[in-house]
């Protein structure tokens, strides 16, 4: 079985600072990760993916993440959050060796306010 | 590049009606998966097509269905429509399956009442 957990429910940090969204995984085989961001009444936009190689991984609009085997943990940041980055945000993992096929197992989702 | 277009955005249906709703992929992507997004239960997965083909079906009861067709567009139907089905239905397309990531539509907000 696989599994995402998304500890915080919401993260506030201020505009300029640096931000984290902490995620941990739970998969038998080794993982795909990802992380997807959605703004208000629209999809899933993705951000960024870990397959293999580098355990930092950098995606779009300025957002990194950093996966630690050891600790099973893929945790988004940014060094420096902008307003517009106020969302909800949503680990996904996906085990290669799973018999569930290729169906993405979702977190519950970071809402991330970003005060001016 | 054209996104993954799902229709209808809005539905509002009555207990015990049906409903489809159509995802078109981006295209030449082939693979398909359906998401529910419910602010109780969040995102889950409802099933995947790939080659015409339901590679993966989530844990939900029978009275949902889907088929993908042979240009890689894909429908969903609920049956027997519930209060509990409301929810944002998101279709996601991929290039293929395994590590490639999905790219979602805009959803269909499907209300019952």
């Known amino acids: 079985a696989q599994s995402v957990a998304q500890p915080e429910d919401q993260v506030n940090v201020a505009e300029g600072n640096p931000l984290t969204v902490k995620c941990t995984y739970s998969?038998?085989?080794?993982?795909?990760l990802f992380w997807y961001v959605q703004y208000p009444n629209r999809g899933l936009q993705f951000l960024l993916k870990?397959?293999?190689?580098?355990?930092l991984v950098k995606g779009s609009y300025g957002f990194e993440a950093e996966f630690n085997k050891s600790q099973t943990s893929f945790h988004l940041k940014k060094p420096s959050a902008l307003v517009s980055d106020s969302a909800l945000y949503f680990c996904a993992v996906r085990d290669r060796g799973s018999n569930s096929g290729y169906a993405l197992n979702f977190g519950k989702g970071t809402s991330l306010l970003v005060t001016p | 590049k054209a996104g993954v277009t799902q229709t209808p955005r809005y539905l509002i249906k009555t207990r015990g009606q049906q409903v489809t709703l159509s995802c078109s992929p981006i295209?030449?992507?082939?693979?398909v998966s359906w998401y529910q997004q419910t602010p109780g239960q969040g995102l889950q997965f409802l099933f995947e097509?790939?080659?015409?083909?339901?590679?993966n079906k989530g844990n939900f009861p029978g009275r949902f269905s889907g088929r993908q067709f042979s240009n890689s567009r894909s429908e969903m139907n609920v049956s027997t429509l519930e209060l509990g089905d409301s929810a944002l239905y998101l279709c996601?397309?991929?290039?293929?399956?395994?590590?490639?990531?999905?790219?979602f539509g805009q959803g269909t907000r499907l209300t019952v009442v």
């Open positions: 998969v038998s085989g080794n993982p795909y």
């Open positions: 097509y790939f080659s015409e083909t339901q590679r």
């Open positions: 870990y397959i293999t190689g580098d355990n």
């Open positions: 996601a397309s991929s290039l293929d399956r395994g590590n490639t990531e999905a790219f």
């Open positions: 295209s030449g992507h082939r693979s």
